[in-house]
Every structure is written in C-alpha cells, then in structure tokens.
C-alpha cells in the first residue's frame, strides 16, 4: 500500500531557528501534498496544498513567509518553519495523494515541533 | 463550502459495547466520505471510506453507510475492544467544489475500558 514517510518524528527547537520537515512518498508519486497543523485535542487545520513543481496554496491566516513549503519532486515536499516562536510549537502532518485524491489519501506519522 | 460534523466526545465505553459516532455533511457536489483514526502521537490511518450513495465501507469490525438521503456516514462497531481507543476523524473529499483537499470533522476521541 501507500506509504508516507514524516521526518523527524520530534524535534526540539531554539527560539529563532529554523525547522525543516520532509514528507516522502515511498512507494507512489504524490501529485499534491498537504500540510496540516494539530493543536492538542484539536482536528487537523490545513495550512498549505502543494503540487510538484509550482507554489503552494496556502489557507488564509497562514503566513507564507513563516510556513515556507517546497514540493521540489513527485515524492518529496518539505515545510520549514522560519524564525520558530514557542505559540508555532505543534503537532504537523503531511499527506499525499495522486491524481486529486481520486486514490485516496495517505497520512505522514506526524511531527511534534517544540519551539522553547 | 463543505463541512462534516461529528458527535462531540469524549466518548467512553467497555470493552464489547456497542459504538455508534454520529457523522454529518454538507456538500454542494458528489463528496467522497472517509473515516480516519489517529492513535496517541500518531498520524492518521484510514478506517474506511465509501464513494458513493448506499456504499458501505467497513475494516477491522467497523461499518459505516453513505446515506445520501440524510447526508450521513455514521461509524458503528458491534464489539470494541481496548485497542480501539483512539481519535476518530469523519472526512469527506468534494472535488467539484473542494478540489484534492479533505475536509475533517472535530473528531471524537474514543476510550475503551476493560
């Protein structure tokens, strides 16, 4: 089946850093890669769609110069978190898919971003 | 726009009870439905998912119905055990009106006790 690889799994933070997240399809050729962010006990909030090769679609309210996001290949799209504040501390998750969805949808493990 | 609504939670029960967790949508086209789960720091793994009207999705004991007539895709169990406690996230895909993206439900955590 289709197998989506999140990297790291956690990863604590200096304030003013940047964090870099990188999604990997494994085994399929992502067309559109999404990113979300989870606030605990919280449903996931899209934050940006991307499609290989060409900018990303951020949601409203999500800063494109802080979330920067990069689907240089079918099976790679990275977030990085710019000039990381603690309030960006969170839980973020990829997911892919191929051919808009039609073939369903595959989630990334997750990453616990701590910014202190 | 599209939306899915789902029974708040938390939701709690014994081990072999009986599980039902209430799923709505709305949707202006022909919307995918999907139910998701995410164990403790974990990602989302997909449950099931039906694509059309009257499909019926169903995995590891769990069922779920397209009901078209009351835009519902309710998640039910017949016996739950320890190991199904997680998050449970009602999803529904509307590419005539959404594109790829998903739309998720508040979700609705599930604790089973023994």
């Known amino acids: 089946g289709a197998v989506v690889s999140q990297h790291p799994s956690r990863v604590i933070c200096k304030s003013g850093t940047s964090v870099k997240i990188e999604c990997r399809s494994l085994d399929f050729q992502a067309t559109t890669m999404f990113w979300y962010r989870q606030f605990p006990k919280q449903s996931l909030m899209l934050m940006a769609t991307?499609?290989?090769?060409?900018?990303?679609?951020?949601e409203q309210g999500v800063e494109k110069d802080k979330f920067l996001i990069n689907h240089a290949s079918l099976t790679l799209s990275t977030l990085t978190v710019t000039s990381a504040h603690p309030e960006d501390s969170s839980f973020y998750i990829c997911s892919a898919t191929r051919t808009g969805g039609m073939f369903g949808y595959t989630f990334g493990s997750g990453t616990r971003l701590t910014v202190v | 726009g599209d939306s899915v609504t789902q029974m708040e939670g938390p939701v709690t029960l014994s081990e072999e009870a009986f599980l039902t967790i209430n799923c709505t949508y709305t949707a202006t086209g022909y919307p995918s439905l999907f139910w998701y789960v995410q164990y403790p720091g974990e990602g989302l793994q997909l449950l099931l998912k039906?694509?059309?009207?009257?499909d019926k999705g169903s995995n590891k004991g769990f069922e779920a119905t397209y009901r078209k007539e009351t835009t519902s895709f309710h998640l039910e169990k017949g016996s739950v055990q320890v190991s199904d406690s997680a998050v449970y996230f009602c999803?529904?895909?509307?590419?005539?009106?959404?594109?790829?993206?998903?739309?998720f439900g508040e979700g609705t955590q599930l604790t089973v006790n023994p």
């Open positions: 039906a694509t059309k009207a009257d």
């Open positions: 991307s499609n290989e090769g060409s900018k990303a679609t951020y």
């Open positions: 999803a529904l895909s509307d590419p005539e009106t959404s594109g790829s993206r998903l739309t």
